[in-house]
């Protein structure tokens, strides 16, 4: 980077450490959470105030330097994939919680605290934050907020968007947004939801306000297992046309299953097709009714086993089979892909039929790991990168999983994002007019296309070298193909 | 007028036409939210036709409509599933449709412990101001696919774009409901509201009328059973009336003449020392104030609240909503532009002065 440039960075970031330039320091940058993806930056700033974030920006603005914005790095998808010769934002140090209302229900904390470190906070006054990544142990508000990321709370509680009322931003031209308050809404147009998910491709996100939530009274899990997956989709159904809207509902299939209960010895059964975890949460009476009526409508709908958690220790350890499916499944592997895409729950068993005819095909074995309650399928496409064109097919293998759920009227991303890693399959999602309408939005915000570019949204010249065929709906050429 | 109909491509045609010939748009669906904004002088685009629940399917909590489609006939379809809009939608007249309810954002008493409207949106199909069909979202409850350009439409009035479709996260209706009402000030009850806000209750609506604060609890019976044990208060006995009396403006609180105000603003905010009456509603998040006290002493008092006034009512001639800040109005000027490059779409109906050279933060036209 030049010389030049980075002499003005170091007059803004004086203090040690809070400019990277050698390549030993720049390393631990080169990639999130998606490894397949590695670039060094041309410099890492660790800024602490959100003055120094705008000087950084504006400086960049006027050398046409292109910025990226980073928080912990856990986001799966290369949203934060550094450019040679760019500078890397790091909020790192943006980690204080700054103010806690409980009788407003909100807190004020800056980008870079961790998920649960807010609901840590907001504990004693019997208070949480309910978006829960996976990754909520590591993973920061601001990037949370930048990808609009879900959990296992999302059906009944919202997504990250459902759950902040307000954002502090910094523009590329350094200018500060006050976006949303502490009303419930806000004058003029929605920009608290046009930032959520935008990938840190519109502003950089500097303090948040969170709402929090009463800790519910009672939460009680039940596991549930199948000797056949569609029952447990149907069960799915039953239990959400029944009246009941669980905190939680998440399936595995029969990989998973073996995957988890080697790794952490849960009590799944480990011959089941597919198990089912349910959680209900409210006030006492509201637990108990429901229990009744998800224990019965799992019976109805030919479980072999039920369980409920007696205690909270129980029900810890039958979460904890669930949350470390990833590191339980890449036990197994040298590499896995996890995958994120998002369907209507009643075409459920038709996609998990066609995945395994893609796993047949492509020789690659798959273990499913899903959100049901939602539709978020996170299929994990087992891999060795060292066996020479095994990655390439498995990202065409995962291309082709993403567009089967664009054809049954889902989505190619859940909660994850496009990044650099789904730009192709965002031209099966959307046309040419689409694509164009996102770069104008990006356009108003950054005209010279400095923040985060080449992510999120892919350029049109892409999507024609791509040959991509458009799908909107279902409403595919040729219907009456069989396509897997 | 034949009863549910597609009038998408037609939409879309008589939008690319007057973005050719930069001919103003005014698009009316029902007319039921007309009182709302600043007129618009323009071309009438009727969008009440467009008709029609394209799908809807209760095990999945989705259901999408297009736009024209009256309110009032989704939340029939719905009961007969026993599911609800939770965002309890005000209607302002017996035509309403779903469109304009989403282009306003209109959420009823039970906004703060459901969500808005916005909150409700999945995915929409819209043209844009060049008069382009664009589908964004989807019908699933996840999507963090591209730009969230559908609740972006939420509270746009249609100054950004043309609704076509709208899908829409709907809920359970719970089993069992009771309101209990309690005397007190307002002053106390916007303490206790907040207070039992922070409680696993399983309130739906918290609001004071000036003498008395009213709760209503939503879920299964013994869970309203117990919480009705813990917070006291009397039963009311026609509570449908009372909350629908509350949504649709026909609480004896509106039949006046005085000017009326919505201050949207944070629920623990102190009371606003301004001549006249109050209603709080959103457990104090939302409040109505009914008086004489001048535009600018309204918007400071909400500003105070770390809120903002709509004036509903009354000031002919005052703006309608709250200023923006500068450097958000250079936001807003540029995206309407990025939607609507020629302008033509509902013009002045939010701010008027997005659509003058020069206003709002002072950038050109067409930047």
């Given at each position: 980077m030049d010389a030049a440039l980075l002499a003005e960075l170091r007059a803004i970031l004086p203090r040690p450490g809070a400019l990277l330039i050698h390549e030993e320091e720049l390393r631990p940058y080169e990639c999130d959470g998606l490894t397949a993806y590695r670039r060094l930056p041309g410099a890492v700033a660790l800024p602490e105030t959100i003055a120094q974030v705008q000087a950084i920006l504006k400086l960049c603005h006027r050398h046409g330097i292109p910025v990226v914005a980073r928080g912990a790095g856990t986001g799966l998808s290369g949203g934060a994939l550094p450019l040679d010769e760019g500078v890397l934002l790091s909020l790192a140090r943006f980690n204080r919680i700054l103010a806690l209302d409980p009788l407003a229900r909100t807190a004020r904390v800056q980008p870079g605290v961790r998920n649960l470190a807010i609901s840590e906070a907001a504990r004693p006054h019997g208070l949480y934050y309910a978006p829960?990544?996976?990754s909520q142990i590591a993973c920061s508000i601001g990037g949370n907020v930048a990808e609009n990321s879900g959990g296992v709370?999302?059906?009944?509680?919202?997504?990250t968007v459902h759950n902040v009322i307000a954002l502090e931003v910094v523009t590329i031209e350094g200018e500060r947004l006050s976006i949303g308050s502490a009303a419930l809404d806000s004058a003029g147009y929605d920009l608290l939801a046009l930032l959520h998910g935008s990938e840190g491709m519109l502003g950089v996100i500097v303090e948040v306000t969170v709402r929090l939530l009463p800790v519910p009274e009672r939460a009680q899990v039940v596991m549930a297992a199948f000797d056949e997956v569609p029952a447990a989709g149907r069960a799915v159904g039953d239990i959400i046309a029944a009246g009941i809207v669980p905190a939680g509902l998440e399936m595995m299939d029969g990989f998973a299953i073996a995957a988890a209960e080697a790794f952490v010895?849960?009590?799944?059964?480990?011959?089941?097709a597919a198990i089912l975890l349910c959680e209900v949460d409210g006030t006492n009476e509201e637990v108990s009714e429901h229990l009744l009526q998800v224990h019965d409508l799992l019976t109805r709908a030919g479980a072999t086993q039920i369980r409920t958690a007696r205690d909270a220790a129980e029900r810890q350890l039958l979460w904890q089979g669930r949350k470390a499916a990833f590191p339980a499944v890449g036990r197994l592997s040298p590499d896995y892909y996890c995958m994120d895409g998002t369907i209507p729950r009643r075409r459920l068993p038709e996609v998990l039929a066609g995945i395994a005819s893609l796993s047949a095909e492509y020789g690659l074995r798959v273990a499913n790991v899903f959100h049901a309650g939602d539709g978020n399928l996170h299929p994990l496409i087992l891999y060795d990168a060292n066996t020479p064109g095994e990655l390439a097919r498995t990202e065409e293998f995962g291309a082709r999983i993403l567009q089967l759920c664009v054809e049954v009227g889902?989505?190619?991303?859940?909660?994850?994002?496009?990044?650099?890693?789904k730009l192709d399959s965002m031209c099966v999602q959307f046309d040419r007019a689409e694509l164009s309408q996102f770069h104008a939005v990006k356009h108003a915000f950054d005209t010279e296309g400095l923040l985060n570019p080449g992510k999120a949204v892919p350029t049109l010249h892409r999507c024609a070298e791509l040959g991509a065929m458009h799908v909107h709906g279902g409403a595919l050429p040729f219907p009456e193909l069989d396509r897997f | 007028m034949p009863r549910d109909q597609d009038l998408g491509d037609s939409l879309a045609t008589q939008v690319a036409e007057a973005a050719q010939t930069r001919t103003a748009l005014r698009i009316e669906g029902a007319g039921s939210k007309g009182f709302l904004g600043h007129a618009v002088t323009g071309e009438t685009l009727a969008v009440a036709g467009h008709r029609g629940v394209i799908a809807y399917e209760p095990v999945e909590l989705v259901l999408t409509a297009r736009a024209g489609t009256p309110l009032a006939e989704i939340e029939a379809l719905l009961a007969e599933h026993r599911q609800m809009l939770a965002f309890e939608p005000p209607h302002y007249g017996a035509d309403a449709t779903l469109g304009g309810t989403l282009a306003c954002n209109l959420s009823g008493p039970r906004r703060p412990y459901a969500g808005a409207a916005r909150d409700f949106v999945l995915g929409t199909r819209i043209v844009n101001g060049r008069g382009e069909i664009l589908r964004f979202?989807?019908?699933?409850?996840?999507n963090v696919a591209g730009y969230d350009l559908s609740r972006l439409m939420a509270g746009s009035y249609g100054t950004l774009g043309v609704l076509l479709d709208i899908s829409l996260k709907v809920l359970p209706r719970p089993p069992a409901e009771l309101t209990l009402a309690q005397e007190m000030d307002a002053g106390e009850a916007l303490r206790r509201m907040n207070e039992w806000a922070a409680r696993p209750l399983p309130l739906s609506g918290a609001f004071h009328d000036g003498a008395c604060v009213y709760l209503r609890l939503s879920g299964a019976a013994s869970a309203v059973a117990a919480a009705q044990r813990r917070l006291g208060g009397e039963p009311v006995a026609d509570a449908d009336a009372l909350w629908h009396d509350l949504r649709e403006h026909?609480?004896?609180?509106?039949?006046?003449?005085a000017p009326l105000w919505r201050l949207s603003v944070a629920a623990t905010a102190a009371l606003a020392e301004l001549p006249g009456r109050w209603l709080l509603d959103w457990g104090g998040a939302q409040r109505w104030y009914a008086g004489p006290a001048a535009p600018e002493a309204v918007r400071r008092a909400a500003a105070q609240a770390h809120g903002h006034a709509t004036l509903y009512r009354g000031h002919e001639g005052a703006a309608r909503f709250h200023p923006l800040a500068a450097p958000l109005a250079v936001v807003h000027r540029r995206l309407k532009a990025a939607l609507d490059p020629a302008g033509i779409l509902n013009p002045g109906r939010l701010y008027p002065e997005l659509e003058e050279p020069g206003g709002l933060g002072g950038l050109s036209r067409g930047e």
């Open positions: 829960d990544p996976s709370h999302c059906l009944k509680y919202g997504l010895h849960a009590g799944y059964p480990p011959d089941a889902g989505t190619i991303t859940g909660e994850h994002g496009v990044g650099v890693e | 979202g989807g019908e699933v409850m996840k026909r609480h004896g609180f509106f039949r006046h003449d």
